[in-house]
């Protein structure tokens, strides 16, 4: 098994991915062997037995303890009796008022030379009440939670090739209670459903071939309790994406990343109408050594194929039909690495649009995405 993992880091990159590498490195997690992955297939957390990693977005959530952190630890000698993860702080579910914040646990063994499980448990819980201190008199109170369950497998077809698959079950609720007024609004959709599995062939010492398939049934449905009457909102979304593409080192300072990526959704809000996208796109991401410490990413998508409809009464005609090109932005990355250490950021758009403070006046973040890795020995 040794071997094997050896021989996926020397194809897919030495270096571990966070969640800012992804962005800036093409912005497919799918086309890269790295520790974002494991949120998605829990048995990637095997390749991973000792890592620190924190994850934030711009200096503000990096200053306010808005940023979440993960740990990697491997159990027994050579991490023969699995790998545990924790995630503390980090995002669990987003209902229409606010984001709650949990925690997730996780475990992967192997099983055999060809087989690894892994499985990710979340919770998370939200529970504030708010009190109007004006005269005007009203008070709100807001709970929510989520249960998340996340089992996975990665079957190990030679020394190079692999699968990965994973299912995961959210079992979430809300419910907002408004005292004056006596008005409530809860949740009437409770679970999302999603299915993930990638494909990684060899296809020389350097590179390799990826396909991901991803799937997600979302029902997020309201009931609202207002002046006596009840009215319930239908809010189901799906989606469906395929990734395809290579992930190649033609020289020792530079990794290469092309693929193309599919992804179609839709939103059903029931007699409302629905909304529906679809987009073919062509995506690519280097990473280049910089010298001895820095290093330097780029990723860019461009939409070959988009549409946009809307059977929704938004619409003027009730109807919409939209087809475009689109070219999203380039999503630039820096990286400082010294020992066991790592540091990646993503640079902010707004840096090349505003200028610098003391030149324009305007004020920009520096990084939209900030990440710190720290590697230490398994035990």
């Given at each position: 098994?040794r071997?094997?993992?050896g021989?996926l880091a ?16 093409g912005?497919?997690a799918?086309f ?7 949120l998605?297939?829990p ?8 890592y ?6 711009d200096e ?8 979440y952190l993960?740990?990697?630890?491997g159990?027994?000698?050579?991490h ?11 995002p ?8 709650i914040?949990?925690f997730?646990l996780?475990y992967g063994?192997?099983?055999?030379e060809k087989l ?7 919770f998370?819980?939200?529970?504030r009440t708010?009190?109007d201190?004006t005269?005007?008199g009203?008070?709100?109170k807001e709970s929510a ?5 996340n089992?996975g497998?990665t079957f190990y ?9 994973a ?14 007024p006596?008005?409530?609004t809860?949740?009437?959709?409770t679970?999302d459903?999603s299915f993930?599995?990638r494909?990684?062939r ?6 390799s071939?990826?396909?991901?398939f ?14 006596g009457?009840t009215?319930e909102?239908?809010d189901?979304?799906?989606s469906?994406?395929?990734n395809?593409?290579i992930?190649?080192q ?6 290469f990343?092309?693929?193309f990526?599919?992804v179609?959704t ?6 409302a109408g629905?909304q529906g996208?679809?987009s073919?796109?062509?995506v690519?991401g280097?990473e280049?050594?910089l010298g001895k410490?820095?290093?330097?990413r780029?990723?860019a998508?461009?939409d070959l194929?988009?549409s ?7 619409s003027?005609?009730?109807k ?7 070219l999203?932005?380039l999503?630039?990355g820096?990286a400082y690495k010294r020992g ?5 950021a ?5 840096i090349f ?5 003391f030149?324009?006046?305007r004020?920009?973040?520096f990084?939209?995405?900030i990440?710190?890795?720290?590697s230490?020995?398994?035990y």
């Amino acid at each position: 098994m040794r071997k094997i993992l050896g021989t996926l880091a020397l194809l897919l990159g030495v270096l571990s991915a966070t969640e800012t590498r992804v962005t800036t490195f093409g912005g497919v997690a799918d086309f890269l062997k790295d520790d974002a992955l494991a949120l998605k297939y829990p048995s990637q957390i095997l390749s991973f037995p000792g890592y620190l990693v924190l994850e934030a977005y711009d200096e503000a959530t990096l200053t306010s303890g808005n940023a979440y952190l993960k740990g990697y630890f491997g159990l027994g000698e050579n991490h023969s009796k699995g790998v545990f993860g924790v995630y503390l702080n980090i995002p669990v579910y987003t209902y229409p008022y606010r984001t709650i914040k949990g925690f997730m646990l996780s475990y992967g063994k192997y099983l055999g030379e060809k087989l690894g499980l892994g499985l990710n448990f979340g919770f998370g819980n939200y529970s504030r009440t708010y009190e109007d201190t004006t005269g005007a008199g009203f008070k709100n109170k807001e709970s929510a939670n989520i249960i998340s369950l996340n089992p996975g497998i990665t079957f190990y077809l030679s020394e190079t090739d692999f699968i990965d698959a994973a299912f995961k079950f959210n079992i979430h609720s809300f419910d907002v209670k408004s005292a004056t007024p006596r008005d409530t609004t809860k949740a009437k959709g409770t679970s999302d459903i999603s299915f993930d599995a990638r494909y990684m062939r060899s296809l020389s010492e350097y590179t390799s071939f990826v396909v991901g398939f991803h799937f997600l049934s979302s029902d997020n449905s309201i009931e609202e309790r207002a002046g006596g009457q009840t009215v319930e909102y239908t809010d189901k979304f799906s989606s469906f994406g395929l990734n395809i593409g290579i992930n190649t080192q033609p020289i020792d300072v530079l990794n290469f990343i092309l693929g193309f990526q599919i992804v179609n959704t839709s939103n059903d809000y029931g007699d409302a109408g629905k909304q529906g996208r679809f987009s073919f796109g062509a995506v690519t991401g280097l990473e280049a050594d910089l010298g001895k410490y820095f290093l330097l990413r780029l990723a860019a998508r461009k939409d070959l194929w988009g549409s946009y409809t809307d059977d929704y009464f938004s619409s003027p005609t009730g109807k919409l039909s939209v087809t475009s090109q689109d070219l999203l932005p380039l999503a630039l990355g820096f990286a400082y690495k010294r020992g066991n250490l790592r540091v990646d950021a993503q640079a902010s758009p707004d840096i090349f649009y505003n200028g610098p403070y003391f030149i324009t006046g305007r004020l920009s973040n520096f990084f939209t995405s900030i990440s710190i890795l720290y590697s230490f020995s398994s035990y």
